[in-house]
C-alpha cells in the first residue's frame, strides 16, 4: 500500500509545484511507483510535466464528479515509474459544485483508495489556499509534506498552517503526520533568508528535513520544457536536492515502516 502524500502550503509560490514534480520524479528514479495528482485548477503540475488534459481524455475533476474511473484518467510522463493524474481550469468549479455533497471532503480520499495499491508513492499537489480542494487533499493523505520559502513571514504563515491541518487531523483524519517542512530557495548568502531558516528549524526541530532546496535557475527553467528538473539537467544544484530529499523520504519511511504519526 503506497504512502499518500500531500505537498501543501496555502501560501502561494513557496515552491509546492516544483516539488511535487521533481520529488515525484527523483522517487520514480530511485525505483518507487509513482502517482502525481495535480489538485491546483492553475494546472502548473501538469504543465510542467510536458502533459496536459487534452482530447477529453478527463482529469481529476472529472474523477472527483464521478464521471470518470480513476484508472482512465491516469497518463503517463516520460519518465518510467512515474504516472500523472492531471489538472484542468474546471477543477475551480469542484468547490462550489460539491457544497451540498454529502462526504465532499472525502472525494480524493476515495479515489486514492482505489490506486493506492498500485504505488509506492501517491504525491498530491495542492492550490495556494485552505478551501475544500486542500481539505480534500489532507482528508486523503497519511502526511503532509510543507514547503517553506525563508521569509519574513513564512513562520506566521507555519503557525495558522498547523492549526489548520490540526483541525482536519481532529474533524477527519487523526492520523494525519506532518512528513516534514521543507526549506525552499535557499539563497545562503542572504542575511534574512539564513535567519529565518534557522528560526524554523528551531521551532520545529526535527520535523524541519536535513535536505534544503536552494535557489537554482535549473528548477525554474525546467518547467518550460516540460521537464522534471532530473531529465532538464541532472547536474544542477536543484536537481542533486531533490535527489536527496527523495533519499531523505525513503529513509524516514523505513525508520517509521509502522506509519506511526509524529506529533504535530
Ligand atoms: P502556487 O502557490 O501558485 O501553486 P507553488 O507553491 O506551487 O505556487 P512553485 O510554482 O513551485 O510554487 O514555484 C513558484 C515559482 O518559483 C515558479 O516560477 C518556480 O519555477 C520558481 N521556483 C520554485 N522553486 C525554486 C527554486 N528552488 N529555485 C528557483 N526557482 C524556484
Ligand atoms: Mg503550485
Redesign the pocket.
Known amino acids: 500500500m503506497g504512502r499518500i502524500v500531500a505537498i501543501a502550503?496555502q501560501?502561494?509560490?513557496?515552491?509546492?509545484?516544483?516539488?511535487a514534480v521533481n520529488l515525484a520524479a527523483s522517487l520514480a528514479d530511485a525505483g518507487k511507483r509513482v502517482l502525481l495528482i495535480d489538485f491546483?485548477p492553475?494546472a502548473?503540475a501538469t504543465n510542467g510535466i510536458g502533459l496536459s488534459e487534452s482530447n477529453g481524455a478527463g482529469g481529476i475533476y472529472d474523477a472527483m464528479g464521478q464521471t470518470k474511473a480513476p484508472s482512465d484518467v491516469i497518463q503517463d510522463t516520460a519518465l518510467e515509474g512515474l504516472k500523472l493524474i492531471p489538472s484542468t481550469p474546471a477543477l475551480a468549479g469542484a468547490e462550489l459544485e460539491l457544497v451540498d455533497v454529502p462526504h465532499r471532503e472525502s472525494r480524493l480520499k476515495n479515489i486514492c483508495l482505489v490506486l493506492a495499491e498500485q504505488y509506492d508513492f501517491i504525491l498530491i499537489?495542492c492550490?495556494?489556499s485552505f478551501g475544500l480542494l486542500t481539505v480534500n487533499a489532507l482528508v486523503a493523505a497519511e502526511s503532509v509534506l510543507i514547503?517553506v520559502q525563508c521569509e519574513y513571514y513564512a513562520i506566521h504563515g507555519l503557525g495558522q498552517l498547523m492549526d489548520n491541518i490540526n483541525r482536519v487531523r481532529r474533524i477527519y483524519n487523526k492520523n494525519l503526520s506532518i512528513e516534514g517542512i521543507l526549506l525552499?530557495?535557499l539563497d545562503a548568502r542572504n542575511n534574512l533568508c539564513n535567519q529565518v531558516a534557522e528560526e524554523i528549524r528551531m521551532t520545529f526541530s526535527d520535523r524541519v528535513f536535513s535536505s534544503v532546496?536552494?535557489?537554482?535557475?535549473a528548477?525554474?527553467e525546467a518547467?518550460s520544457y516540460g521537464r522534471p528538473v532530473l531529465t532538464y539537467n541532472n547536474h544542477s544544484a536543484?536537481s542533486r536536492a531533490y535527489i536527496e530529499l527523495a533519499h531523505e523520504v525513503l529513509k524516514k519511511r523505513e525508520v517509521f515502516s509502522d506509519h506511526s504519526p509524529l506529533a504535530l
Open positions: 502550503n501560501k502561494g509560490g513557496v515552491g509546492k509545484t516544483t516539488t491546483d492553475q502548473n499537489d492550490p495556494p514547503p525552499t530557495m532546496i536552494p535557489r537554482n535557475v528548477l525554474a518547467p536543484g
